[in-house]
């Protein structure tokens, strides 16, 4: 936790849930049992990262006031909370499609890449008593992660179902990740 103030104890709060919904958020993705399937692999992998900007966006609703950060927050629970029931019914059949080998190898290296560069942005964004600020600098590292894994899977052949949610999560993100940049310019 990056900070040169003393964080209030309504922020001590904040942060202990942040920090704990992170932790699992990184466990969950690291620990999703893999198949030969990017497909198959993606989903099990994007759940709990989808599952974690819930609980985040849960957290900011018990302290914010701002009511757009209010509708960002809920507007991602919405979203997700679809996006996860999407890709759940994908995976039988998605899961079914096997990938190659120099396919997965790459596919994963540049995954690894993308999720610890996410992790670490997450951990060391700047933690102070502006919840509003610290969750949008917090949430569009999340984002951004979002869609290099998203574009990452398009590089490869994958389950046509799987394709629509993909595109469906890089444009929701890219817009939310707007939306937050103008809010955070907007609060300065």
Request: aromatic share 6%.
């Amino acid at each position: 936790m990056a900070s040169s103030q003393q964080l209030s104890d309504v922020a001590k709060d904040y942060f202990a849930c942040f920090y704990h919904i992170l932790d699992e958020m990184v466990r969950d993705m690291k620990g999703a049992e893999l198949t030969d399937s990017i497909s198959h692999n993606f989903i099990v992998q994007m759940i709990p990262h989808h599952r974690a900007a819930m609980e985040m966006s849960r957290n900011i609703l018990r302290y914010t006031t701002l009511v757009p950060l209010q509708n960002i927050s809920s507007n991602i629970i919405e979203e997700q909370t679809k996006s996860i029931d999407d890709m759940k019914n994908a995976l039988s059949c998605c899961g079914q499609l096997s990938s190659t080998e120099q396919e997965l190898c790459l596919y994963q290296r540049r995954f690894q890449h993308i999720t610890q560069t996410m992790f670490a942005d997450m951990e060391n964004s700047c933690a102070t008593n502006n919840l509003n600020a610290s969750f949008i600098r917090e949430m569009i590292p999340h984002h951004r992660g979002a869609i290099q894994m998203s574009e990452n899977a398009l590089r490869f052949p994958i389950c046509p179902e799987l394709v629509p949610l993909l595109d469906s999560i890089i444009v929701s993100q890219q817009a939310g990740i707007r939306k937050m940049e103008h809010l955070l310019r907007c609060m300065r």
